[in-house]
């Protein structure tokens, strides 16, 4: 069996006023908010893969600070793909 984290990255935070950007892409601390909650599911031992739902606008800027900031592979769409033993995989 396996155990799949699912993030709901689609919030637009209009009552944040950040001026339009999502709040789970505003930052803190010097990194975004997404950030803290992949690396949370990644250090998990229970989760196998992460899948997360993303406002259609920022999926790019997603792919870009999921480079920046993690070394694990990544695959944009449905299915299997390879990854770190040691870390789960993250889906788009």
């Keep these: 069996m396996s155990n799949v984290a699912l993030i709901f990255a689609g919030g637009t935070g209009k009552r944040m006023h950040a001026g339009g950007v999502p709040k789970q ?5 010097g990194k975004p908010i997404i950030i803290y909650t992949l690396e949370k599911f990644e250090n998990h031992d229970y989760i196998d893969s992460i ?3 993303c406002l259609d606008g920022y999926i ?3 792919w870009k ?4 900031f993690h070394e694990i592979s990544y695959h944009k769409g449905k299915g299997h793909r ?3 033993r040691d870390r789960p995989g993250i889906d788009l």
């Design 65 to 68: 600070l999921c480079a920046k």
């Design 51 to 53: 899948v997360i739902s």
């Design 82 to 84: 390879p990854r770190r």
């Design 25 to 29: 892409f505003l930052e803190l601390y």
């Design 60 to 62: 790019e800027k997603l």
